[in-house]
Every structure is written in C-alpha cells, then in structure tokens.
C-alpha cells in the first residue's frame, strides 16, 4: 500500500518498544511498594517519588506518542519523502527515550526541568511532521 523507509520502521518501531519499557517499569516499580493497588498511584506523592516519576512518564508518552504516530502514519499515506520522515521520527524516537531517562533519574519539580527540553525536541518532530504532510499536499 506504501513505502516506508527502513529508518522509519526502525523509528516506530523504537518509540513503540520505549511505550512498553515505560509501561513495565511504572507497572514494577509501583507493584513494589507495600499495600500497592493495582491501577492506582497512591496519594499525595510527587517528584520525590520513582513511583510518581515512573508513572507520569509513561503517562506523558500516552499523551504523546499516539499523536505522534497519527502525524507519521498520515504522512506514510501521504507519500511524504521518507528521508524528511524518518529523520523526524529517529529524532522524536531519541527526544522520548532522553525524556524518561531524565524523568526516572532526575527528581525536581523545577520548571522547566532538563527532561522538558526533551518534550519540547519531541514536540517540534510532531510539528516538523504535520508541516511535511501540508507541504506535500500544496506542492504534490
């Protein structure tokens, strides 16, 4: 149906297997503590905590991964060049990992944070993305 460049499917590929690290060590970290409840981050914790920590960076990659991958996707059915492309999705794939290894070993509610910087290099692939896609629509 199209063509994806390897580094594209490599990318994906990377961001989808970050999702699911991100997801077993919140899972594991949090199962650790005494009187855990499974699907809920006790009360009153913050930066201090792994658990708080390990939790709300796989939540913020819940927030913004799916996006991501519905601009990378559109952008595959668009045709849009795959070297732009997979340029884009290596480095959202590089912002997110950097981003939960700060989250994880950094505990600062300092705005913003180094890991912010992160986000932020992540958010401009997303936009880099939908600008592909507008450009290959006005020009193709």
Do not use: C
Not at 1 to 13: C, E, H, K
Not at 15 to 41: D, E, H, R, S
Not at 106 to 128: C, D, H, M, Q, Y
């Amino acid at each position: 149906m199209f063509s994806a460049s390897t580094t594209v499917i490599a990318g994906l590929w990377v961001i989808i297997v970050t999702l699911m690290v991100q997801w077993a060590v919140a899972a594991a970290v949090k199962a650790k503590q005494p009187g855990a409840v499974p699907g809920k981050v006790p009360e009153g914790i913050s930066h201090n905590s792994l658990v708080f920590r390990t939790h709300r960076t796989f939540m913020n990659s819940l927030e913004n991964v799916p996006m991501f991958l519905a601009s990378v996707f559109l952008a595959l059915f668009a045709g849009v060049s795959s070297a732009w492309l997979g340029y884009w999705v290596v480095l959202f794939a590089a912002a997110r990992i950097i981003h939960m290894v700060l989250y994880y070993a950094i505990a600062t509610e300092k705005n913003p944070s180094p890991r912010s910087w992160f986000f932020v290099l992540g958010a401009i692939a997303n936009i880099a993305v939908l600008v592909l896609i507008a450009l290959d629509a006005l020009v193709g």
